[in-house]
């Protein structure tokens, strides 16, 4: 294959040789009927999002996850904006997750 090489030839050209038959993963956003949770995007204290963005500076993705995850648990009003930032965490979404991090005290201190 020439170079630099085109990932969708590459995998087709997997496919075909090995008699390959790819199987695409369902959307985060649609996967098992989930939906969003509805309401208000409350942020947490900023003692939290300082460690969280701290987690995601280091990229300690999975345990951003599990963290959020054990937040969401202990309040469930944070459950959209935990929501996000899950999903964000979850596709490896780094540049975005950081900017959500860093402007949520600004809507903390708008509300």
């Known amino acids: 294959m020439p170079k630099p090489i085109a990932l969708g030839a590459l995998l087709d050209a997997l496919a ?10 369902a959307p985060a956003a ?3 009927g989930e939906r969003p949770p509805s309401g208000p995007r409350i942020p947490p204290s900023p003692e939290v999002l ?4 701290d987690l ?5 993705l999975p345990e951003l996850s599990q963290e959020l995850r054990a937040l969401e648990a202990e309040d469930p009003r944070l459950g959209p904006w935990l929501a996000e930032a899950r999903a964000l965490a979850d596709e490896f979404r780094v540049r ?3 900017a959500l991090l860093s ?8 509300a």
């Open 16 to 25: 075909r040789h090995l008699g390959l038959t790819w199987i695409h993963a």
């Open 30 to 32: 649609g996967r098992a």
């Open 50 to 53: 300082a460690r969280l963005a």
């Open 56 to 60: 995601a500076e280091r990229g300690r």
């Open 96 to 98: 975005e997750l950081r």
């Open 103 to 110: 402007a949520a005290p600004e809507r903390g201190a708008a």
